[in-house]
């Protein structure tokens, strides 16, 4: 069965999202702190933090800011829909998922000032208040990748829509078809 699909995600924020994921996962898992590979997976995800930060006021519509960005109206209206069992359906992130990504960013900008600081800056050489905060940034964010990838499967179960798949393909099936 071919179900009719919209463009939704375009490159720039599909390479955004698999370089962070894949940047965070390398650096939590398979790497040392402060090894070089630590580093510059680190500098590599803070690049396309700013790439992602211009994208979103340049970049296709459903990358800007403006589209998604979870306003107080935007969460409440998308909360009591939760609560009551009604359906809530747009096409890109939904004001609780824009909340948890804005979050994910900020925590990964976090472990990027940290880590510079206490890899480049003489001043913190040795103080524990960088390396805690690192830490506490690393694992908030994993936390929120486990909230992340819960709920994109939960919602495409829900939704009937292979949301992971559209952060592949770009593509995602048309709301009318929900």
Excluded: Q
Excluded at 117 to 146: K, R, T
Excluded at 160 to 176: E, H
């Amino acid at each position: 069965m071919n179900r009719a699909t919209v463009r939704l995600w375009d490159p720039v924020v599909r390479l955004f999202h698999w370089s962070l994921a894949g940047a965070f996962l390398a650096n939590y898992f398979f790497t040392e702190e402060g090894e070089n590979w630590h580093r510059w997976f680190g500098y590599y995800a803070v690049a396309w933090l700013a790439i992602r930060l211009v994208w979103g006021f340049v970049g296709t519509p459903a990358a800007r800011w403006a589209d998604f960005w979870p306003t107080p109206a935007r969460l409440g209206e998308h909360l009591r829909a939760l609560l009551s069992g009604r359906a809530y359906h747009r096409l890109g992130h939904s004001p609780l998922g824009a909340l948890v990504m804005i979050l994910m960013m900020a925590l990964m900008l976090g472990l990027g000032v940290t880590g510079f600081l206490m890899e480049e800056v003489d001043y913190f050489w040795g103080a524990d208040l960088p390396l805690e905060i690192h830490e506490f940034c690393a694992n908030a964010l994993m936390a929120l990748v486990g909230l992340h990838v819960a709920a994109a499967l939960f919602e495409s179960y829900r939704l009937r829509d292979n949301l992971p798949l559209s952060m592949v393909t770009g593509r995602r099936r048309k709301l009318d078809e929900h």
